[in-house]
C-alpha cells in the first residue's frame, strides 16, 4: 500500500477496507485496559512483530526558565530514564522486539534557549561515528542519557527509540551557526538490540520550540531492522507535513513509522489518536506513536495503529503512563480494490452510487459552488451557518431528521452526507465544510468534510469540543476533494476509534462509509492536506 503515496495514487476508484488483519495480541485492546494482559509466550510467526509504545507521564522541571547546572539537569532526567528502564524490562519480558517512547519525555519543555543547555547531550553523527554508548561510555563528553538508553536496548535485546535534546558545536565561518556557537536540536534516537546508535531525526517543523533550532538540511531517516525491514521516523507535528513525513513513505519498503510525539489534543478533528489512526490508514502503514501524559495540558493519546486495527490508550483521568504492547503484522493489510460488482451491495451504497452518477453540483464561482438544481428527494432545505471549528470558519448544515441526503460548499469544496439513523437523539448534529488556509498554531492549508456533534443545541455550539454522544448514524460522507492525501478520521463516545466500512475514490470525489457504529457519533471527518498551498 506504499504506492498511495506517489502523486495522484491515492485517487483510485473503488478502495475498500478489507476485513482482515492479521489478529493481534496486546497489552492494552481497549483505553484504561491492563498493561499485564499481553502476548502469550508461544512462538511468534515470521509474519508478525512484537512492538511497543509507552505514554509517559514525566518528571518535569518546576521551573523550566531558570538556568541550572548539568548535575541538577541529570538528576531530574534520570527519574524519567529510571521510569523507561521499567518498562524496557516488562516489555522485554513481553517479547517486544522494538519499543518508542514519546517526545520530550527524559527533559520536559517550555524551556528557552539558554535553560535547556544542561539538559543537552553532544549527539556525534551516526553516519561518520559507529559507536555504542553502553559500551564506550567515555568516548564522547556529555552523553549520559545516550549511555543509559543504549544499555537499556542492550539489556532488552530490543530497538528502541527515544526523544532528546542533543547539541552540535558550529563554526562562526557556518553561515547558519547561531551566536551561542552551537546548533540545539530536538532529536529522536533509534540504537539497535545490542545498543549501538543507529541513527538520528532532528526534527524540522518545531512546534513553537524556541530551545530548538531547524536543521539547516532535513533529515529524511529510514532504519532497518531484522524482524521487520524498513522503519521511517519523524516526530509530533511532522505528521500534518510533506516533509519529512511523506516524503520518506515514496520508500515502498517503508511500512512501519516510529513517532515520539508530545501532541495536545484538540478536538473535533485533531486529537492524538484521530491524526494517529487517520494516518495509518491513508498511507496503508503501521504507525507506533508514543505521546506524552500529563492530562491537564490535554496531552494524552498513544497507539499502535494498522490500517485496519488500533490499539490505543486515551486517557484524562488517570496520572499514570501506560505501557500497550501489540503483535503487529510485518506487511500491514490496508485498502483492497473490489470495483462496483453491485450482486451484494447494499441499498445505501447503490443509492450513494446512483446520487454520484446524477451529480448536479457543477456549477462554481471562485467563492463558492451553488447547488442549485439538485433533485428536490435528495436536497437539504436545512438552513447553512458558519461556525468556529479548529479556529477555523467551517459552513455547516444541521442534520435532522432519521434520514436524508445533505450537502454544503466553501470553495470549491461540496461535501455530502447520505444518512439513516435509527433513533433521533435529542442532540445536534451538523455537517461541516473547510476548504482554506488555517494560520492559529501553525499554517497549512486543509480541505475538511466533517459530521460533528455539536456542544450544545445552538448551532454556535458546532465545533465545540465534546468526546461523549449517543446519536447513532448508518451514513455516506465524501466530497469532490483536490487533494490526494485524505486522513479518514472515525471517533465515538468515550475517544472509540472505529474503522471505516468502505473507503476511496469514486467518480472523482473520495467517500468513507460506515455502518454498525459501537457507540454514539462523535466525529466522522475526510481531513484532506494540500501540502503545495502552505
Excluded at 509474519?47 to 538556568?67: G, K, Q, T, W
Excluded at 532535513?218 to 519529512?244: E, N, Q, R, S, Y
Excluded at 447553512?384 to 434520514?403: A, C, H, I
Excluded at 475514490?505 to 466522522?524: D, P
Aim: net charge negative.
Amino acid at each position: 500500500m506504499q504506492t498511495l503515496l506517489t502523486s495522484g495514487a491515492m485517487s483510485r476508484a473503488g478502495w475498500q477496507l478489507a476485513l482482515l488483519l492479521c489478529s493481534c495480541c496486546l497489552a492494552v485492546a481497549v483505553p484504561g485496559g491492563p498493561a499485564e494482559e499481553g502476548c502469550p509466550a508461544e512462538p511468534r510467526q515470521a509474519a508478525r512483530y512484537v512492538a511497543a509504545v509507552y505514554e509517559h507521564r514525566s518528571f518535569l522541571s518546576p521551573d523550566p526558565l531558570a538556568l541550572t547546572s548539568r548535575k541538577q539537569a541529570l538528576e531530574l532526567m534520570h527519574r524519567n530514564l529510571d521510569i523507561y528502564e521499567q518498562q524496557v524490562t516488562t516489555a522485554a519480558r513481553k517479547g517486544a522486539q522494538i519499543i518508542v517512547f514519546p517526545e520530550d519525555g527524559i527533559h520536559g519543555f517550555n524551556f528557552t534557549r539558554t535553560s535547556i543547555y544542561p539538559f543537552l547531550d553532544f549527539m556525534p553523527s551516526p553516519h561518520s561515528v559507529r559507536w555504542n554508548p553502553c559500551l564506550e561510555p567515555h568516548r564522547f563528553n556529555d552523553t549520559e542519557v545516550l549511555q543509559r538508553l543504549s544499555c537499556m536496548a542492550m539489556k532488552g535485546e530490543m530497538f528502541l527509540v527515544a526523544n532528546l535534546g542533543t547539541k552540535q558545536p558550529c563554526h562562526r565561518s557556518d553561515p547558519g551557526c547561531p551566536s551561542d556557537g552551537r546548533y540545539q536540536f530536538n532529536t529522536n534516537v533509534v540504537f539497535s538490540s545490542n545498543g549501538t546508535l543507529v541513527d538520528r531525526y532532528r526534527k524540522h517543523n518545531l512546534y513553537f520550540e524556541a530551545a530548538f533550532d531547524t536543521p539547516l538540511e532535513m533529515d529524511h531517516v529510514v532504519f532497518d531492522t531484522p524482524f521487520a525491514g524498513k522503519f521511517g521516523v519523524f516526530t509530533c507535528f511532522d505528521i500534518l507535513f510533506f516533509d519529512p513525513a511523506v516524503r520518506l513513505l515514496r520508500d515502498s519498503e517503508v511500512k512501519h513509522v516510529v513517532y515520539p510525539t508530545a501532541w495536545m489534543n484538540q478536538l473535533p478533528l485533531l486529537a492524538a489518536i484521530q491524526i494517529q489512526r487517520g494516518f495509518a490508514i491513508a498511507f496503508g502503514i503501521n504507525l507506533l506513536a508514543a505521546n506524552i501524559h500529563h492530562p491537564s495540558l490535554g496531552m494524552t493519546g498513544s497507539g499502535i495503529h494498522a490500517p485496519l486495527k488500533s490499539f490505543w490508550h486515551h486517557n484524562m483521568e488517570s496520572p499514570e503512563g501506560h505501557l500497550i504492547i501489540a503483535e503487529v503484522a510485518k506487511n500491514p493489510l490496508g485498502l483492497v480494490s473490489t470495483g462496483n460488482a453491485t450482486g451484494k451491495m447494499d441499498p445505501s451504497h447503490r443509492k450513494f452510487l446512483e446520487l454520484l452518477a446524477g451529480d448536479p453540483y457543477s456549477e462554481k464561482d471562485a467563492q463558492d459552488v451553488h447547488c442549485d438544481g439538485a433533485p428536490k428527494s435528495t436536497t437539504n432545505a436545512s438552513p447553512t451557518f458558519n461556525s468556529e471549528m479548529m479556529y477555523d470558519n467551517f459552513t455547516l448544515v444541521p442534520v435532522w431528521g432519521r434520514e436524508g441526503h445533505l450537502h454544503v460548499c466553501a470553495n470549491g469544496l461540496c461535501c455530502h452526507l447520505l444518512y439513516q439513523r435509527p433513533t433521533v437523539s435529542q442532540e445536534l448534529y451538523a455537517l461541516g465544510v473547510f476548504d482554506g488556509l488555517h494560520t492559529v498554531h501553525g499554517t497549512y492549508y486543509v480541505q475538511v468534510c466533517a459530521l460533528v456533534k455539536c456542544g450544545g443545541l445552538g448551532f454556535d455550539t458546532c465545533g465545540q469540543e465534546i468526546t461523549e454522544a449517543t446519536g447513532m448514524f448508518e451514513f455516506h460522507l465524501w466530497g469532490n476533494f483536490s487533494t490526494s492525501y485524505i486522513f479518514p478520521m472515525l471517533l465515538t463516545s468515550g475517544m472509540t476509534l472505529e474503522t471505516p466500512d468502505q473507503l476511496g475514490w469514486e467518480s472523482g470525489h473520495y467517500f468513507l462509509k460506515k455502518r454498525g457504529l459501537s457507540s454514539g457519533l462523535v466525529t466522522a471527518a475526510l481531513y484532506g492536506r494540500l501540502y503545495e498551498k502552505d
